[in-house]
T-cell receptor
Framework: DSGVTQTPKHLITATGQRVTLRCSPRSGDLSVYWYQQSLDQGLQFLIQ???????AKGNILERFSAQQFPDLHSELNLSSLELGDSALYFC??????????FGPGTRLTVT | AQSVAQPEDQVNVAEGNPLTVKCTYSVSGNPYLFWYVQYPNRGLQFLLK??????LVKGSYGFEAEFNKSQTSFHLKKPSALVSDSALYFCASTSGGSYIPTFGRGTSLIVHP
């Protein structure tokens, strides 16, 4: 158990819909990272937050957004969903910017 | 731009034999290098890291990795493979003050009984 929690574990929704994925980092970790993992694209970095502020952006679509709250939990919002958004979404937290600790992931299926 | 290459999509090894999963990197500055393992339907799990110091790094579950600056490699090794080591292995790097890792595409390790 990494200490990072993610909810929900599975999510099935229709195209055009909007969903919110939730992540709680390990106790004491200020950084949260979001990733998308799919068979064809591999592991793609989406966005990083540090202590409530956005720090870095990766291959995140404009339809996607995220935020980190004062209690350090983070939410990833995915809107206008397309079939191609079906993937595993992971969050990770990190002490001092070195190794990352990943949550169990949310499997999103868009039908 | 930094990059990480894992040249083998799949590595097959018999239980009890030594295993090597290869990784090469291209980064500007001094690299921080990491190995992660992913079991089916699970998140990535940190195995070991190289920041500085001894080129041979020991990690979890008996794994180790050797940093080779001249060959820009960071291969993952284990002296005696277990069937339970079968999983997807990712190499990653950061450098230049960026905490955003670049991941390789992963290598599927299959250990046969």
């Amino acid at each position: 158990d990494s200490g990072v929690t993610q909810t929900p574990k599975h999510l099935i929704t229709a195209t055009g819909q909007r969903v919110t994925l939730r992540c709680s980092p390990r106790s004491g970790d200020l950084s949260v990272y979001w990733y998308q993992q799919s068979l064809d694209q591999g592991l793609q970095f989406l966005i990083q937050y540090y202590n409530g502020e956005e720090r870095a952006k990766g291959n995140i679509l404009e339809r996607f957004s995220a935020q980190q709250f004062p209690d350090l939990h983070s939410e990833l919002n995915l809107s206008s969903l397309e079939l191609g958004d079906s993937a595993l979404y992971f969050c990770a937290s990190s002490p001092r910017g070195n190794e990352q600790y990943f949550g169990p992931g949310t499997r999103l299926t868009v039908t | 731009a930094q990059s990480v290459a894992q040249p083998e999509d799949q590595v097959n090894v018999a239980e009890g034999n030594p295993l090597t999963v290869k990784c090469t990197y291209s980064v500007s500055g001094n690299p921080y290098l990491f190995w992660y393992v992913q079991y089916p339907n699970r998140g990535l799990q940190f195995l070991l890291k190289y920041i500085t110091g001894d080129n041979l790094v020991k990690g979890s579950y008996g794994f180790e990795a050797e940093f080779n600056k001249s060959q820009t490699s960071f291969h993952l090794k284990k002296p005696s493979a277990l069937v339970s080591d079968s999983a997807l292995y990712f190499c990653a790097s950061t450098s230049g003050g960026s905490y955003i890792p670049t991941f390789g595409r992963g290598t599927s390790l299959i250990v046969h009984p």
